[in-house]
T-cell receptor
């Protein structure tokens, strides 16, 4: 099976712009989670989607949003970018997101905000 | 609040020496535990996981970890380190009671000297 894929891998934006990141989960996986990784804050949970519904949300401002499509692919959107949004954004998938399941991570999208 | 502590930011070991990376967690629920490894510019690769049962778990690349409930620890070990093990290692904890999101430690950077 192909792993989790994320596009684009690298992105440069300027403050005030918005950005959309994409994640395709492992085939058959219906839960997709997003994490932000920065040197200062480490790895932090953004949100999780399952069956096109947001099921869990981390402590991030409303500028961070996401959605999931019927094929389980997910997108994450950040509006009004700030310098502090520069980070590696990781997507992870798992079969159902309930109980004891392993999250499998993609390679990430590295976002640089200038 | 849930938290994961990896007390060692950097560890340097000689190739062929043994390795132990520490992880302590604070959780108000029955946790399940993971160790992931990240090479520069890459996503997270699962090394091993503990859900229940035998408290000594084996993973890939010759790694093992032991869950000690009384000490709230899940330390990662390897008997003989290879130069290719140089990377950053993350301990992560999840629980059904918290929506199965993962809470990560700050990571430990492993350097291997020849």
């Amino acid at each position: 099976k192909a792993g989790v894929t994320q596009t684009p891998r690298y992105l440069i934006k300027t403050r005030g712009q918005q950005v959309t990141l994409s994640c395709s989960p492992i085939s058959g996986h219906r839960s997709v989670s997003w994490y932000q990784q920065t040197p200062g804050q480490g790895l932090q949970f953004l949100f999780e989607y399952f069956s096109e519904t947001q099921r869990n949300k981390g402590n991030f401002p409303g500028r961070f949003s996401g959605r999931q499509f019927s094929n389980s692919r997910s997108e994450m959107n950040v509006s009004t970018l700030e310098l502090g949004d520069s980070a590696l954004y990781l997507c992870a998938s798992r079969p159902t997101g309930t109980g004891q399941e392993t999250q499998y991570f993609g390679p990430g999208t590295r976002l640089l905000v200038l | 609040a849930q938290s994961v502590t990896q007390p060692d930011i950097h560890i340097t070991v000689s190739e062929g020496a043994s390795l132990e990376l520490r992880c302590n967690y604070s959780y108000g629920a029955t946790p399940y535990l993971f160790w992931y490894v990240q090479s520069p510019g890459q996503g997270l690769q699962l090394l091993l996981k503990y859900f229940s049962g035998d408290t000594l778990v084996q993973g890939i690349k010759g790694f093992e970890a032991e869950f000690k409930r009384s000490q709230s620890s899940f330390n990662l070990r390897k008997p003989s380190v290879h130069w290719s093990d140089a990377a950053e290692y993350f301990c992560a904890v999840g629980a059904k009671e918290y929506g199965n999101k993962l809470v990560f430690g700050a990571g430990t950077i492993l350097r291997v000297k020849s």
